[in-house]
């Protein structure tokens, strides 16, 4: 079983930053794509960025790109979403996903490809 933990949400200005983390245990993190999703409120889940499983290769929904940044460590199992530029409509609980036996050089975009999801973090822009 693997478990992922979220942290680094908080309240932001628009035009400022955050550095969300997703701990992993239980499992290497090596072994599985990693992806983030976002939700706000009366919304559905939505893609956010995807990483391949040695980070060969990286993903992004075109709402985030160019603000975004998603990286792995993998020494300290653990994957990171840098975002800039945030916009008020970038506020969501932010989750992280894990894609157990995923290919070694693809990702899914797809929240229904991933295997374990953590708990969420709350990210809110003001305007």
């Known amino acids: 079983q693997v478990q992922l933990v979220e942290s680094g949400g908080g309240l932001v200005q628009a035009g400022g930053s955050l550095r969300l983390s997703c701990a992993a245990s239980g499992r290497a993190l090596s072994s599985m794509a990693m992806g983030w999703f976002r939700q706000a409120p009366g919304k559905e889940r939505e893609f956010v960025s995807a990483?391949?499983?040695?980070?060969?290769?990286?993903y992004y929904a075109d709402s985030v790109k160019g603000r975004s940044t998603i990286s792995r460590d993998n020494d300290k199992n653990t994957v990171y979403l840098g975002m800039n530029s945030l916009k008020p409509e970038d506020t969501a609980v932010y989750y992280c996903?894990?894609?157990?036996?995923?290919?070694?050089?693809?990702?899914?975009?797809?929240?229904?490809?991933?295997?374990?999801w953590g708990q969420g973090t709350q990210v809110t822009v003001s305007s």
């Open positions: 990483i391949t499983r040695l980070g060969a290769r990286t």
């Open positions: 996903a894990a894609q157990d036996k995923s290919p070694a050089y693809t990702a899914s975009t797809v929240a229904d490809a991933y295997d374990y």
